[in-house]
């Protein structure tokens, strides 16, 4: 299946992935501003949270997604890792899975592509699913399933057929928040969040 990289994905995404074995991240495209390759939403204390990584613009140039370098120059590890304690420091898996994403951002991946990648490893460590996945060559060369593009931020996910909803145990509010990354399902549920995505 082909489809971009997206940062701690939602649960429509992670469960797509899932379903599907054979896995091409394309990396070849012109990366596009405003998507979830590059952001993605938690769940804290006021409600949904989105949390961007900035990225390194080169002015007037298109960049390819393979070749987008993450903006260090802003300190925004120190504040998704904050938010992320904010939101999960009191949840059931928090002091398992928090200090490797604090060992993964503390790695400072050049490129974007590879810390996603490096996430998504992580995801599946947890989810003790193999993990095998390979990376276009060039742009618009696959053939067989895609759902590049398909998860746009810009429309609802209830728009799509991807992914059914299925409430379960989140740390705040007292109606439940469908889709968002990933990371709420695992610090909430564990290993078990295997069950709630298939």
């Known amino acids: 299946m082909h489809i971009e990289l997206h940062y701690l994905p939602s649960l429509e995404y992670m469960s797509l992935l899932l379903q599907n074995p054979n896995l091409v991240f394309e990396v070849e495209e012109n990366f596009p501003k405003q998507t979830y390759r590059n952001r993605c939403l938690i769940l804290g204390a006021n409600g949904v949270e989105r949390l ?6 080169v002015s007037g140039q298109k ?4 070749d987008i370098q993450i903006d260090y120059s ?3 590890m120190k504040q998704h890792l904050g938010a992320i304690q904010a939101a999960y420091g009191n949840s059931p898996f928090y002091e398992y899975f928090g200090p490797y994403l604090s060992q993964i951002f503390a790695r400072k991946r050049n490129f974007l592509v590879d810390l996603n990648i490096e996430l998504l490893t992580f995801v599946y460590r947890i989810l003790d699913t193999p993990f095998e996945y390979t990376k276009t060559e060039g ?14 931020a810009k429309k609802d996910w209830t728009e ?17 928040v469908p889709n968002l990354s990933i990371i709420d399902l695992l ?4 290993k078990e969040s295997l069950t709630f995505l298939k």
């Open 160 to 176: 799509r057929s991807i992914y059914v909803n299925r409430s379960y145990r989140q740390c705040f509010g007292s109606e439940f």
């Open 139 to 152: 742009f618009g060369e696959f053939e067989g399933k895609s759902y590049f593009n398909e998860m746009n």
């Open 52 to 57: 961007s990584i900035p990225v390194v613009h």
């Open 74 to 76: 802003q300190n925004w």
């Open 63 to 66: 960049i390819k997604a393979k």
């Open 187 to 190: 610090m909430n549920h564990g």
